[in-house]
């Protein structure tokens, strides 16, 4: 069983940067699971917001050139490194993890993933 524990989520000011970290525990670290970022604002389905499979990144359009995810191997941790933060970025953050995917994997859809961190709230104010 994979344990997923967000941190890192602030009240922080349009522009300014936040680095949110998912600490991953359990039968194994992030290198041998794809893990990925989603979003979620009341009312709104889940959205993704990036995934990182082995050396593989993708991004949701809306955060090209403004969000990096990265992983520290020796820490188990996968981090979003998130800059240049607009109001609309307001979400409760949440990590995800699936064993290593294949170029078919639908790694934008929530259902995709088996495991999931509890969330971790990123105010922005503009």
């Known amino acids: 069983q994979v344990q997923l524990a967000e941190s890192g989520g602030a009240l922080v000011q349009a522009g300014d940067s936040l680095r949110l970290s998912c600490a991953v525990s359990?039968?194994?670290?992030?290198?041998?699971?794809?893990v990925a970022w989603f979003r979620q604002t009341p009312g709104k389905e889940r959205e993704f917001v990036a995934v990182q499979n082995w050396n593989d990144r993708y991004y949701v359009d809306s955060v090209k050139g403004r969000f990096t995810i990265s992983s520290d191997n020796v820490k188990n941790t996968v981090y979003l490194q998130m800059s240049g933060l607009k109001p609309e970025d307001t979400a409760v953050y949440y990590c995800?993890?699936?064993?290593?995917?294949?170029?078919?994997?639908?790694?934008?859809?929530?259902?995709?993933?088996?495991?999931w961190g509890q969330g971790t709230q990123v105010t922005v104010s503009s």
């Open positions: 995800a993890a699936t064993p290593l995917f294949s170029s078919s994997f639908d790694f934008q859809r929530p259902t995709s993933y088996d495991y």
């Open positions: 359990g039968r194994t670290g992030p290198y041998d699971y794809a």
